[in-house]
C-alpha cells in the first residue's frame, strides 16, 4: 500500500471504509469503499494531493458543486463530500460490472442496437450535462475536423447531433467553409467564428444558413449566444485580464500534434492582443483594442503543470503569441518560472521589445530557440507598406547575438507587398544571407 492509500484510509476511517483503488485519472483517484453508517459500497473520489499543491482546489470544488446539482437517470447522484487530512473527496454510488472501455475489448464489436442503447443513455446524460455547463459559459465538445481527418459524409453526421454548430473560418478555405455551413444549417444553428467572419460579419450574417457571427475572441460572446438563443452577429467582447479565461481544452490527442522538431509539444499563448500594426496579420481584424494582454507568471506555471500531470510525455513548449517578449520584467519572471519547470522551451517574439539581458534570462529559464518575424529587408517597405515599426539596424545587432548566445533563430520573411520593387525583394535575399539564422521562411503573399 501506498503511503498515500495508508493517510486516506485512516483520515476516512470514522465514515469509510476504503478497500481498494478502482481506477485513476489525471486530476483524481477513485476507490472502492464501505459506508459505515449505512453499510453499503460507495465509489470515493479523491483529488490527487500533489496536483491540488500545484494548481488548487478549486477545480475540483467546481466538479462537486456542478455533480450535486445534476439529477439524472445516466449520472451517478453524489452522495456526500468533504476535506479530510488535507484530502478533498465526494463520494457517488457504486455501480458494478465492467466498463464500456473493457466491454469493447473483450467483444470488439457492439450490434447496432446495442451500441445505440449505450449512445442514447450517455447522449442523453451528456445533453442534461452540457445544458447546465452552457448556462456556466462552457463549450462542452470540440472537434478538430483535420486531426480526425473527417470526410464530409462523417462530420455531416456527427453535427446533427447538435442544436448548434460553431466554425472557424479562414479566407483561405471560405468557398469550402460555405458549402459545409450549408449542408450543417440543414439540422443545427451555424454560429461562424475567426478572422474571416470578424472581417465579414455584417455581410455573412445575410446568408440564410448563418444563424449568428461572432466578432473576435468569442468565449464570452459564444456563452452569451447560447444563453439568450438569439442569432445576429456578436460584437468585440474581450478579456480585460487573461487570467480570468479558463485553461483551454486539452485531452490526449495532444500527442497528435508534432512541431518540425519536437514530437510531443505543447503549443500555447503567454498573451493575447498586440499592440503593433503590421498590415499583413490577421490580429488587424480579429482584435478589438489591441491592447496588449499577458498572462501572469504564476498563472503559466499553473496551466503547463496542469497539463504535464495529465500528459507527462510532453517534451518541449511553445509559446505562439502574438509577440511573447513584451515587457522586460515579465519575461525574466516567466523564465524564471520556465526554468523550475524544465523542459525546454520557444516562443515567436520581436528583435525590438525586450534588451539582450532578458533574451539572456530566457535562455537560463531553458529557453533553446526563438522565432523573429523580420518581413523584409527594406526599411522603406517595413515603414510605409507593413508598418512594422522595426528598425533594420536593431535586427542586424540582436540576431547575432542571439545566435551567439546559443538560441536558435528562426527568422521570417515575405515578398510580394503591394508596391515592392524588385531590387526591395532583392534586399530580403541579402539580408537573409547576412543574418544566417539557423533556419528561415520565405512566404510569397498571395495574388488578390
Known sequence: MTDTFVRLKASL????????????????????????????????????????????????????????????????????????????????PYVQGESLRDKLHREKQLSVEEALAITQGVASAMAYAHAHLRRLGVVAVMRDCVLHLDEYSNFFKVAQRFDYVVMETAIASRVNDHYVAKEVAKHSSVILVGPYATAVAPRMIKRPEVYAVLRGEY???????????????????????????????????????????????????GSRGCPFHCTFCYSQRFQCTHKYRG???????????????????????????????IGNKRVCEIAKVMKGIGLPWGAMCRADTTGLDTFRAMKDGGCVEVKIGIESGSQRVLDEVVKKGLDLDVVKKVVPALRKMGLQVHGTFMRGF?????EEARMTRRLITELQCSSYQLSDLRKQ
Open 13 to 92: 476511517a470514522d465514515r469509510y471504509a476504503i478497500q481498494e483503488e478502482l481506477g485513476a485519472g489525471g486530476m483524481a483517484t477513485v476507490y472502492l469503499a464501505r459506508d459505515l453508517k449505512h453499510d453499503r459500497e460507495v465509489a470515493v473520489k479523491v483529488l490527487r494531493p500533489e496536483l491540488a499543491a500545484v494548481v488548487g482546489a478549486e477545480r475540483f470544488l467546481h466538479e462537486i458543486q456542478i455533480a450535486a446539482k445534476l439529477n439524472h437517470p445516466h449520472i451517478l447522484t453524489l452522495i456526500d463530500s468533504g476535506e479530510a487530512d488535507g484530502f478533498l473527496y465526494y463520494v457517488m
Open 219 to 269: 468565449e464570452k460572446s459564444l456563452a452569451a449566444c447560447l444563453e439568450s438563443g438569439k442569432g445576429g452577429v456578436y460584437e468585440f467582447d474581450e478579456w480585460r485580464d487573461v487570467d480570468d479565461a479558463p485553461f483551454p481544452t486539452r485531452d490526449k490527442s495532444i500527442y497528435a500534434y508534432k512541431m518540425a522538431r519536437h514530437s510531443n509539444a505543447l503549443n500555447m499563448w
Open 295 to 325: 498572462h501572469g507568471p504564476e498563472r503559466i506555471r499553473q496551466e503547463i503543470m496542469d497539463v504535464l500531470v495529465r500528459f507527462p510525455k510532453l517534451t518541449y513548449i511553445y509559446f505562439d503569441d502574438d509577440t511573447f517578449n
Open 418 to 422: 503591394k508596391g515592392e520593387t524588385p
